[in-house]
């Protein structure tokens, strides 16, 4: 048997810490649903871009979290080709909220500060629990490391829309909301390049494990 194939067999089998990561990725994929179901129907209600903002976020995440569900235990090739994916669906939907954004300057909202802030919160707490379960895992994979970078991006924006949530209520415009849809999207965007770039080094290690 050849050491090429010895390698990827190696990479292929599923072990304990290919087990906790699929079950660690199924938590956080669900409490990333109940988010999206919670800040969007909250966004609506609240006509607030940040909010909506934040469940475009959470769903562009849940879509990662399954992908990378199925790369656990898979080649390195495999996690990159899982993560450049994930890369551009959160590029896709940060430019989705952008254009939103723009859409409801000029259209105009209405969007209600303490609903923000009591949901941002809300989103922030189960955030840092997603945080905790992925802590022991980030460093086992690009697409771990992908989903490592979602959760921590959706905790800057949470805390930047209980920041214009207040700012909404204060100055009683829609200014600050649309604001932060523009950060959020710009953190959307941030976060789907930087996964690209670790998609990039990833691949780059693969090939050269298939060419030893």
């Not at 849940?62 to 090739?77: E, F, H």
């Not at 723009?102 to 707490?125: D, H, K, Q, Y």
């Not at 959020?184 to 298939?210: C, F, N, P």
Request: a neutral charge; hydrophobic letters at 55%; proline letters at 1%.
């Amino acid at each position: 048997m050849s050491v090429k194939h010895d390698k990827e067999e190696s990479e292929i089998q599923l072990d304990a810490s290919n087990s906790a990561e699929r079950k660690t990725l199924l938590w956080v994929l669900g409490i990333n649903f109940l988010q999206v179901i919670v800040a969007g129907l909250v966004g609506v209600i609240a006509d607030s871009t940040g909010l909506l903002g934040a469940a475009l976020d959470n769903l562009g995440d849940a879509v990662v979290y399954a992908v990378s569900i199925y790369a656990v235990g898979r080649t390195i090739l495999a996690k990159a080709r899982v993560a450049r994916l994930s890369g551009v669906i959160l590029i896709v939907l940060g430019l989705a909220l952008l254009v939103e954004v723009l859409r409801r300057f000029f259209v105009g909202a209405e969007p209600i500060g303490s609903a923000m802030i009591v949901t941002a919160i809300a989103n922030a707490a189960t955030n840092l629990l997603c945080l905790r379960l992925l802590r022991s895992h980030r460093d086992n994979g690009v697409h771990l490391k992908a989903s490592w970078i979602f959760t921590a991006n959706d905790m800057l924006a949470n805390a930047g829309i209980v920041i214009s949530g207040a700012a909404v209520m204060f100055f009683r415009s829609p200014l600050p909301d649309l604001i932060i849809g523009l950060v959020v999207g710009g953190i959307v965007l941030k976060g789907g390049l930087d996964i690209l770039k670790e998609a990039r080094e990833a691949q780059r290690e693969g090939i050269s494990v298939r060419e030893e």
